[in-house]
């Protein structure tokens, strides 16, 4: 016999801790999740305010802000975009919230672990801010905090990289904790080709993370221990080797690219299938490609280097794995508009910004191509082009997917229900900022301008004004976006139990969830994805 508290919404607190003890002492896998979301928000916007400061500048170069001012501004908006909100994104917000019920568990393998994650995410959040006070001023590196550079630079390097030590270990502990979560705590009849498609991608990133972060950890060590105790690892002045530490940041990097992406492709399965009243097609084929995606993406850091001097044999080489990595991802957007195909669809905003995702990756994956093959990247490499695309992935992949999911378990998570018609405007001119802001980056690119440059030639001025304007009309849907969704989940009406017509086990169960999740543990007897009855 279940006792009431169980049957309560995952807020009411029944605890020894009041206020917001009552939520950083939780070990409850929703409340774990809605505090991340909040804290990845909250970076999120910091690092738009920094973005749209960066845009101003190069506008105006030289007026708004210094040559050194621009490069720490320019550092730590990517710091905090990358490691403070994409990297931990899907999979610490949502992966927490959704994770255990999509499953059929009434919690993760180890939540006091979870809570610990949590903990650690934190602290390193904050030695990140520390960094940008203490002597020596914020970084200046840039968000790769490339050697020997940031070894010999004044700014205080040592914090900042102390701080996405931390936020590491916060990494691997949550893939551990899910890929032990998917392995033991599945309900009675949860077999592994009934996973929703979300866990799938979950699954495979927990593995990337468990795996790659720790090269970036000991990579971040050296760093650390060049600048406090002289260490020469990548030091040439010492004998140290600068492009060693390209080969190890990067083995991270480029597998932390799927860490960002994998779940957000997750997102779209889940999405696609309820809008278009159909089952996902080719369920086997889209949960093998992310696990695809995932083993073969650490083989193809090298083509972040094809111009540090490495032998021709490996530029072939790397060259290749590129174009096969992207195999999997074409599985899966072919999949997703099969799905689509002559499906029932319901134009809602969770599917626009669904589609948006399909688009706009699409043309990050295939600008990805160009600089993946050697020719054009000897050309484009170092330029406005890399950023375009780097932007049109991130940015329009994962950012747009992490909209989706706000839009689609916004009534599960807060129990209420959003505006449509402010949510659709918000996406329009989102899209068309977005588009503008980024689009015009692979003409610049094209054209030869450098990025992170804090100045330019007056050539490549009306590209910049382009880019900064779609910068200003992006934040606007931006801010209508969020305000919708904020007045909403204050003032919105009360979300029935389902209200998409969604199959996964997050639907059948109140809005938001109980405490426990389940009154009783379910018992699968079909795959919960499915919508033939």
Request: charged share 10%; hydrophobic share 50%.
């Amino acid at each position: 016999m279940e006792d009431n508290a169980s049957r309560e919404p995952y807020y009411v607190n029944r605890g020894k801790y009041r206020g917001i003890l009552s939520w950083l002492m939780s070990t409850d896998h929703k409340r774990i999740g809605i505090q991340y979301l909040i804290a990845l928000l909250t970076f999120f916007w910091i690092g738009v305010l920094l973005g749209l400061l960066i845009r101003l500048s190069l506008i105006m170069p030289g007026k708004i802000l210094s040559q050194g001012t621009y490069n720490q501004v320019f550092s730590v908006h990517g710091i905090i975009m990358i490691f403070l909100f994409i990297i931990p994104g899907i999979p610490v917000a949502f992966g927490n919230f959704f994770l255990p019920i999509m499953i059929g568990a009434r919690d993760v393998a180890f939540p006091r672990l979870n809570r610990f994650a949590w903990w650690l995410y934190l602290t390193g959040a904050a030695l990140v801010a520390l960094s940008l006070f203490v002597s020596g001023g914020a970084p200046d590196t840039g968000w790769t905090f490339y050697a020997p550079y940031s070894i010999r630079t004044q700014a205080n390097i040592t914090m900042a990289v102390s701080g996405v030590f931390v936020l590491g270990f916060s990494s691997i502990l949550t893939g551990l904790n899910f890929v032990t979560t998917i392995h033991r705590l599945r309900a009675p009849g949860m077999t592994w080709f009934r996973l929703p498609m979300f866990v799938w991608t979950v699954y495979a990133t927990g593995w990337v993370q468990m795996l790659a972060t720790p090269v970036l950890a000991i990579t971040l060590v050296f760093i650390i221990l060049g600048r406090v105790f002289g260490v020469g690892f990548f030091d040439p002045s010492k004998g140290g080797d600068p492009i060693l530490y390209e080969h190890l940041f990067w083995t991270y990097s480029h597998p932390a690219v799927y860490i960002m992406v994998l779940p957000a492709m997750g997102v779209i399965s889940e999405v696609i299938p309820v809008f278009a009243r159909k089952t996902i097609f080719g369920y086997k084929a889209v949960a093998f490609s992310a696990v695809g995606i995932a083993s073969v993406g650490y083989f193809v850091w090298g083509h972040h280097m094809f111009t540090s001097g490495m032998s021709d044999t490996a530029r072939i080489i790397f060259s290749f794995i590129t174009f096969l990595v992207a195999v999997p991802s074409g599985i899966k957007i072919f999949n997703w508009v099969a799905t689509l195909y002559k499906g029932s669809i319901v134009l809602d905003s969770p599917l626009i910004f669904a589609l948006s995702f399909i688009f706009l990756f699409s043309i990050g994956g295939l600008t990805g191509l160009i600089i993946g093959a050697l020719a054009p990247n000897l050309h484009l490499h170092g330029t406005y082009f890399i950023v375009g695309h780097f932007h049109y992935v991130m940015f329009g992949g994962a950012g747009f997917a992490i909209l989706a999911a706000l839009h689609y378990w916004f009534p599960k998570m807060t129990g209420k229900m959003y505006n449509e018609r402010p949510a659709k405007i918000g996406w329009l001119i989102l899209f068309v900022g977005f588009n503008l802001l980024y689009f015009s980056m692979f003409v610049l690119g094209y054209e030869g301008m450098p990025r992170r440059y804090f100045d330019y030639p007056p050539e490549y001025y009306t590209g910049h004004l382009i880019s900064t304007i779609g910068s200003w009309i992006l934040a606007t849907g931006l801010i209508i976006i969020f305000t919708n969704l904020i007045r909403s989940a204050f003032k919105g009406q009360e979300a029935p139990m389902n209200p998409w017509g969604g199959r996964g086990l997050e639907w059948t169960i109140p809005s938001p969830p109980p405490e426990e999740n389940f009154e009783e543990i379910p018992v699968i007897d079909k795959a919960p994805y499915r919508m033939d009855g």
